[in-house]
């Protein structure tokens, strides 16, 4: 009798992915995100938007005459509307499957919850990248500028992406939190309340860098050295602030487990921290000193160049800007007369930084003979405002002297400075508080503003319509006169061959 004996079949070798083939799902799921969310019409329409205000905008920033370290924070605004833009259609995209009621299907997937979820971040991290190309583009494009001084700040510039960042890491987190759809637009709902109502309150204090802009409310422009933001550590407390909403969204995606999401996560936490601490302290006390020697002694950072009879002194990063000083201040002394075309000027640059980029002040005239100030900003309004107190000077010798006039010395103080402009009507009305070019009117210019009255703007509007070459021999010919202490309007109407004027000549 013989026993047969049969051998069990040997349990088959168990098969197993190598996290490769897992990591690739997640990639190839990303690029399907990343489509779907830059395809998504708030995202195409605030893209569409930010990209044309920007191109709009850029055109005629800064009159042309950009200062870099000013340009670079005017990158910051645009990126918010994309970003909530950004954190409505990912959240979206996170509770797509539940709205079609698709969980149990994408469950057998190699694509764990938590992978899907990193899929999502990743799709957020390529609209931040396309955002930072757009912030590049334009700061490029103000760099490019002739007019353009100054340095930009990278760190600056980083706040636009990680703000879109932030935002769609938000929008992924809240997903994870809270199923219901209206949880998105609520949340935008008091981001946007949040801003609009709560800026003011914070004033200038630490807690306004908790958002992911903070804009400046002055029209000064400072030194790249004597800013004082920290830009640097706001920088660092958005990406830690977007890491950390990241990495949160993992672990609550079922990645608790893994020792690669908590190390982000406790990573995160500290580069928040320490960007908040880093951007809550005061100004440095070496910039504290630097803006005082700047505002005080401005002489002793000054590189100056002689050219013809006036010496240009500025601050470093605005030598490129001496020629375009030198054009105006010849265009001035081109139309003067007696012995104003040679006289001895010195244009110093000037700035009242003691109190940041927060204050707006006016600068306090110049006692000594021949100077006169140039601000930090140039282009637009800066031009005639810079001609006439170059004006003031030859006429009346200073411009402390300058600051007291009201007789009929303004009238010709203001034909110099705007005869020679491609449209002096339009800028008369540029310079004058009111914008008229009729009646009296407070004029702006480099330091204290001036007065007119009617009768001296009056007759300034008879010799800017008179041709250039006639009131500029009228005016050289009786410049002995024109340019006396005290001499009446009438007076100045007489020897300019005008009519007397009719309007009131009282200095109010």
Not at 42 to 62: D, K
Not at 73 to 99: E, H, I
Not at 101 to 111: K, M
Not at 158 to 184: D, E, I, K
Request: with cysteine.
């Amino acid at each position: 009798m013989t026993t047969a004996t049969t051998t069990a079949p040997a349990a088959p070798a168990p098969v197993t992915s190598p996290p490769a083939a897992s990591w690739a799902a997640v990639a190839a799921l990303a690029r399907f995100e990343t489509r779907r969310l830059l395809t998504r019409v708030p995202v195409l329409v605030a893209l569409a938007v930010y990209v044309a205000w920007t191109v709009w905008r850029t055109r005629v920033s800064f009159d042309g005459f950009p200062e870099l370290q000013d340009a670079d924070r005017a990158t910051q605004g645009g990126p918010l509307l994309v970003g909530l833009a950004v954190l409505l259609s990912a959240n979206q995209a996170v509770l797509r499957s539940r709205r079609h009621d698709t969980d149990r299907h994408l469950s057998v997937l190699v694509v764990p919850r938590w992978g899907r979820t990193v899929a999502h971040l990743l799709s957020v991290g390529a609209a931040a990248l396309l955002v930072a190309v757009c912030v590049g583009g334009q700061f490029t494009w103000e760099a490019l500028k002739p007019g353009a001084v100054g340095h930009g700040s990278p760190a600056e510039l980083l706040v636009g992406p990680l703000s879109v960042l932030l935002l769609g890491g938000f929008g992924v987190l809240l997903a994870r939190l809270v199923t219901a759809p209206f949880a998105a637009p609520l949340l935008i709902a008091v981001l946007l309340f949040l801003a609009t109502f709560l800026t003011g309150f914070t004033g200038d204090g630490w807690a306004r860098w908790l958002m992911p802009s903070v804009g400046t409310y002055s029209s000064v422009t400072l030194p790249s050295d004597l800013i004082g933001r920290p830009a640097a550590w706001h920088a660092l407390y958005l990406g830690g602030f977007a890491l950390t909403l990241m990495a949160a969204a993992v672990l609550l995606s079922g990645g608790a487990r893994l020792r690669a999401a908590q190390a982000t996560v406790a990573a995160a936490v500290a580069l928040t921290l320490v960007g908040v601490v880093g951007q809550s302290r005061d100004v440095p006390e070496d910039i504290t000193e630097a803006r005082v020697r700047a505002s005080v002694t401005p002489e002793q950072l000054h590189t100056c160049v002689e050219r013809d009879a006036t010496t240009y002194c500025a601050f470093p990063e605005w030598a490129p800007r001496t020629d375009d000083w030198a054009r105006a201040v010849d265009d001035v002394r081109a139309l003067a007369g007696g012995d104003a075309q040679d006289r001895p000027l010195a244009v110093r640059q000037r700035v009242e930084a003691r109190y940041g980029l927060d204050t707006d002040t006016i600068l306090a005239p110049l006692t000594r003979p021949g100077e006169v100030t140039v601000g930090t900003t140039w282009g637009g309004n800066r031009v005639p405002e810079f001609t006439i107190a170059v004006a003031g000077v030859l006429v009346t010798g200073s411009e402390a002297s300058m600051g007291e006039l009201c007789d009929g010395r303004m009238v010709t103080v203001m034909w110099l400075a705007l005869a020679a402009r491609p449209d002096p009507v339009a800028d008369l009305r540029r310079v004058r508080i009111d914008d008229s070019d009729t009646g009296s009117a407070i004029v702006v210019q480099q330091t204290e503003p001036l007065r007119m009255t009617s009768a001296h703007t009056e007759l300034l509007r008879e010799l800017l319509e008179m041709p250039r070459e006639k009131a500029a021999a009228k005016v050289k010919a009786g410049w002995a006169e024109l340019t006396a202490p005290k001499v009446t309007t009438d007076r100045v109407a007489r020897v300019l061959g005008l009519e007397k004027p009719e309007g009131e000549n009282e200095c109010r």
